[in-house]
């Protein structure tokens, strides 16, 4: 019996299948069979109704206090998914023999938000204890905050269990840096299950936020010689770029990764790599580095409907890496700790 229910499981993570309609097959028998679950729409429409509603109203304060805090919520659930999927890892802090994510070199001193899950969590646990996990609110407010800013909105699949532990190793070696080229980008997001269009697509998620000097180094000395694949570097813009960083502590001076709409989720990103305006040697190789990125580049420069449709799909895409069932994970009381 276990073989042929772990084949099933196999078979429903390879087609999508959702078990909504197969209550004899549960999560938490894949789980302890095939290790994997199928993500659900609505999973808290009864045990916790309330559950999107607050994690929405938190997020728009958030938000509207700082806009910033829109993109930082995004790239959240971006770090945790690309480390051994998406677990709530990222949010656990060192304790006792746990060493967090948090300290990792893509993360330290970088990655922000973390009091404002504090707080959702919170709210949530005096509605409906231990019933929604810190991995599905990362979810729900990353989707949260790309409609706050303009951008589409999709319904979050959710089900995730937190997990009981996290990985400073992968947190280093599975984060794309931002100066990776377009082959280290491919691989890692391989690695993971994503393709090449997903890294373009999730690139996007540039369009707002903002990057310390110390990130874009390489960009500073400038190569605006055009080629075929347009303009490395425009030269105001590295001149802009260049004021900015030159006297200033390049650890804490921060600029914007869309100078045109910092805070609109939109295509301006893709527009900005065009013209060389890409903040991050990550971005602009996106163009000057790859003949297929730079084509769905240019799709996107061209079709603010298409970017939209595609980034809801790579988001789902990526909302779905590893998630923990069953005993492999728990609902955490508190986002940064494993349950006592």
């Avoid at 073989?3 to 959702?18: E, G, V």
């Avoid at 709530?88 to 899950?117: C, H, Q, W, Y």
């Avoid at 532990?165 to 377009?182: H, L």
Wanted: aromatic share 8%.
């Amino acid at each position: 019996m276990a073989f042929y229910l772990a084949f099933f499981c196999l078979l429903m993570l390879k087609f999508s299948i959702t078990m909504a309609n197969l209550p004899n097959i549960s999560n938490e028998a894949c789980a302890d069979g095939a290790a994997t679950v199928v993500l659900q729409f609505g999973v808290y429409q009864d045990s916790c109704p309330e559950a999107e509603p607050i994690i929405f109203s938190w997020v728009e304060r958030a938000v509207s206090q700082d806009p910033r805090m829109a993109a930082s919520l995004l790239r959240l659930h971006f770090h945790d998914c690309f480390v051994n999927g998406c677990d709530a890892s990222v949010l656990l802090d060192d304790m006792g023999n746990l060493v967090g994510e948090k300290t990792a070199a893509p993360n330290s001193n970088s990655l922000r938000g973390f009091e404002v899950i504090d707080t959702i969590k919170s709210d949530l646990e005096s509605v409906c204890p231990e019933t929604v996990s810190c991995a599905d609110i990362l979810a729900i407010a990353a989707r949260d905050s790309v409609v706050l800013s303009g951008g589409p909105g999709w319904e979050v699949e959710m089900g995730r269990r937190d997990s009981l532990t996290a990985s400073k190793t992968a947190a280093n070696n599975n984060i794309p840096g931002p100066n990776s080229d377009v082959p280290t980008l491919v691989t890692k997001f391989r690695n993971v299950g994503l393709t090449l269009a997903d890294v373009v697509t999730l690139s996007g998620a540039h369009t707002m936020g903002k990057a310390r000097c110390s990130t874009f180094t390489s960009r500073l000395k400038g190569n605006s010689n055009s080629d075929s694949n347009g303009p490395d570097i425009d030269v105001a813009f590295l001149t802009s770029l260049q004021q900015l960083c030159s006297e200033a502590d390049s650890n804490t001076t921060l600029a914007h990764l869309d100078l045109v709409t910092p805070s609109t989720f939109d295509n301006q990103y893709y527009v900005n790599l065009i013209s060389g305006e890409g903040l991050l040697p990550s971005d602009q190789a996106l163009v000057n580095g790859d003949s297929q990125t730079r084509e769905i580049v240019e799709s996107y420069v061209n079709d603010l409907a298409l970017f939209f449709e595609e980034f809801k799909r790579s988001m789902l895409k990526m909302g779905s890496l590893g998630p923990r069932t069953g005993q492999n994970g728990e609902i955490r009381r508190n986002c940064r700790f494993v349950n006592a």
